[in-house]
């Protein structure tokens, strides 16, 4: 007969494709796992299962009010075993939909400096790479839409303050992702990329040469 031990686990709730406005709650916050000994001792200290309702699910939801559902937990891989226990077995999760998100794989992003105008008197930046290769940028859906028939175009950003072109830095982190739109309006977008040594930017900052003049 197998050796049973009782464990407390987080229930972390998943939620995909929708933009959440406020906190989501989850009751019970814990679940009790009842699992075999020798299971146990492979496991890391702090165990956690997920809760989720699927995008379909998500997206017949009205946007801007408080849903609480009834989800039923799932355990993660290692522990999904016929003799092991969940109790209970379904929790509530409460939240509120501000918006349906989406997801699109830009091939080439641009990369955009953004500094004091004035320092562009002083100083000339070159870019060895200019684009940053396979993005995958998301936002509300119909934010998406815009990128995607070309009605807003997203940048990679890179933050310059004045200091930072006195001491001529030869690599920048990407600040931030914004897709502009046709009319000038800049909304940020959570982007992602395989490598991420992609987001440190190669800069050759050199000050403009001194004309001088002759009588």
Known sequence: M???VSVEAV?????????????????????TLLIPTSVRDTLPEAIQVTASL????????????????????????PLDLPDIKVEPSTVLISFTIQSNTAKTLISQVRILLAGPAEDYSYYV?????????????EA?????DQIESGKATVFAIVRLASRDMEMSIDTKKITSFLAISEN??????????????LLNIKLDIKPVPTQVTTE
């Open 2 to 4: 197998k050796t049973m």
């Open 11 to 31: 229930v972390v709730p998943v939620l995909n494709d929708v933009q959440i406005s406020g906190d989501v709650t989850v009751d019970p916050a814990t679940v």
């Open 54 to 77: 699927s995008p379909n699910e998500l997206s017949l939801l009205q946007h801007g009010v408080v849903h609480t559902k009834s989800v039923g937990v799932r355990l993660p891989a």
């Open 125 to 137: 930046i070159e870019l060895p790479r200019k684009i940053i290769s396979n993005v995958t940028v």
């Open 140 to 144: 509300d859906a119909e934010l998406i």
């Open 184 to 197: 000038g309006n800049g909304r940020e977008v959570v982007a992602s990329i395989d490598d991420q040594s």
